[in-house]
């Protein structure tokens, strides 16, 4: 009869006559999800790695790559960031994936890359933290490209356009564009609020310059063809109109070398502005100036 007993015992409680059972180990995948919400984002790296050695990247699920992916960029391996997160980039297109990975391939040094995935997802990330970054870089690789109308679609959807040296890029462009007085008066925005920006100032002293110097030389063209006494009366009072602006650039170029007295650029602007308003010292002062620096 005991045995008997102990028998059923054995078969009910098999537990109880050998002692527990070991819980099973937890899988990859939970210890990455653990490794990951302690911010430990190494070891996330280590185990992925782990885990890919054991099964195919097809069989890894969203979530993980997801993990593993803001780990890889938040341990700046901009590398795994392009492999873990392209997987799952049109499955789960929250912008802040997509942004990680453009910024990945920023920091990484691809600009192809980059370019390719800010014109892609540019539209999904507007709106989002990221969609500044998208606009703005995607604005500098058309500039740089060449792509002017591209350029200027995307400019109207950057929604911070504060950034001064941002500005001026814009300002090249409706110059490049044609489009002068745009131009012009976006240089006057520029200018009003950064007053000694030097790109923009030494934008509008050429163009004042260059707009004098077209008129001097379209006078000039037109006295020699008949120099007599009326014609150079008529010259004399043209070119009184022409140096207003020749003076206007003068004293831009003026406050450019007090900005950054070492430009040999903004003397020898000063020396042709000079020149032409025939204030021959002041103009062998900047020669002067310009041998000086160039010892």
């Known amino acids: 009869m005991i045995k008997k007993i102990t028998f059923i015992l054995l078969v009910i409680l098999p537990g109880f006559a050998f002692g527990q059972r070991k819980p099973a180990a937890p899988s990859r995948e939970s210890l990455i999800i653990t490794a990951f919400e302690a911010k430990n984002y190494e070891k996330v790296l280590t185990l992925m790695e782990q885990l890919e050695n054991d099964k195919n990247p097809s069989e890894i699920s969203h979530e993980i790559n997801e993990l593993a992916g803001k780990s890889a960029f938040y341990t700046e391996s901009w590398d795994k960031v392009h492999i873990y997160l392209t997987r799952i980039a049109d499955v789960n297109s929250n912008p802040e994936i997509l942004g990680m990975i453009g910024m990945a391939y920023f920091y990484w040094g691809d600009k192809d890359l980059e370019y390719r995935h800010w014109n892609r997802y540019l539209q999904q990330l507007l709106g989002s933290s990221f969609g500044n970054t998208a606009s703005t870089r995607l604005f500098v690789f058309n500039i740089e490209n060449g792509n002017i109308n591209r350029a200027m679609e995307v400019w109207g959807l950057i929604p911070e356009k504060d950034n001064p040296e941002l500005q001026f890029e814009y300002l090249k462009l409706l110059d490049k564009s044609g489009q002068k007085q745009q131009a012009f008066n976006f240089n006057s925005e520029i200018i009003q609020t950064y007053p000694d920006h030097e790109n923009a100032l030494y934008w509008r002293g050429r163009f004042y310059f260059d707009k004098a110097e077209e008129a001097y ?67 062998d002062r900047m020669e002067q100036l310009i041998i000086n620096l160039k010892k």
């Not at 063809?225 to 004293?251: C, G, M, Q, W």
């Open 217 to 283: 030389q379209n006078e000039m063209k037109k006295y020699n063809r008949n120099p007599d006494h009326t014609s150079y009366a008529y010259l004399r009072r043209e070119l009184k109109v022409i140096s207003v602006d020749f003076r206007t650039s003068r004293d831009i170029f003026l406050k450019l070398h007090e900005i950054n007295p070492g430009s040999i650029n903004y003397i020898q602007n000063l020396k042709n502005c000079y020149l032409r308003l025939e204030m021959k010292e002041e103009a």
